[in-house]
């Protein structure tokens, strides 16, 4: 092999070297980004009729911009779902969307500065397929999505462990994305008769 041969493989190795760089830079920010998760409820006690309405605040606790993505479609994720201690009864189901599910989380990221807080509302509603009051999350599949209904018809005490991870694609507008893992943070309430 001649210098001018080595030469070329020697610029295509450093070439291949940056890109990996910035495709790592883009796609995982800088290292520096940092979530915090907090989740509350509306209040600490309801009755079979009311409507559950839960708040799950992200705070950049980073000491660099990081975008979040402001829907609980696909991101907010429950990590564990009991009533008294035990399971809560769920149901799985498909979920379609007029557009690409990634598409639409994507669609909803919005830079916060250090310090910065985003606010994410779940509230319940009357499930039919389970029959009862449900809170619901959904994730990503494909360019659909899967919901999983929780019962919490039943009266005694819920808890619910909460995480947010981000599952839409890259933004050329908002390069610097959270894809991390945020705290796991638990939210309780009591339903009575």
Partial sequence: MNNQNTRKIIILIAALVVIV?????IFYGN????????????????????????????????D???CLSNTALGNIKFLSATRDGNPIETRTAPSYFLTSLSEMIKSKLKPLVPGEKMEIALSS?????LGAR????????????MATFYN????????????????????????????GAT???????????
């Fill in 31 to 62: 290292g520096k980004a940092k979530v915090s998760l907090g989740v509350s409820s509306d209040k600490q006690s309801y009755t079979l009729s009311d409507e559950i309405k839960l708040t799950v605040c992200l705070t950049n606790a980073g």
């Fill in 134 to 145: 449900a809170l619901s999350t959904v994730a990503v599949e494909g360019t659909a999505g």
């Fill in 21 to 25: 760089v910035v495709l790592f830079v």
């Fill in 125 to 129: 509603s009357e499930d039919p397929g």
């Fill in 152 to 179: 919490i018809k039943l009266p005694g005490t819920y808890k619910i462990d909460v995480a947010y991870e981000y599952t839409g694609g890259f933004s050329a507008d908002c390069s610097n994305i959270f894809k």
């Fill in 183 to 193: 705290n796991i943070t638990t939210v309780s309430f009591i339903v009575t008769k």
């Fill in 64 to 66: 660099s911009n990081t």
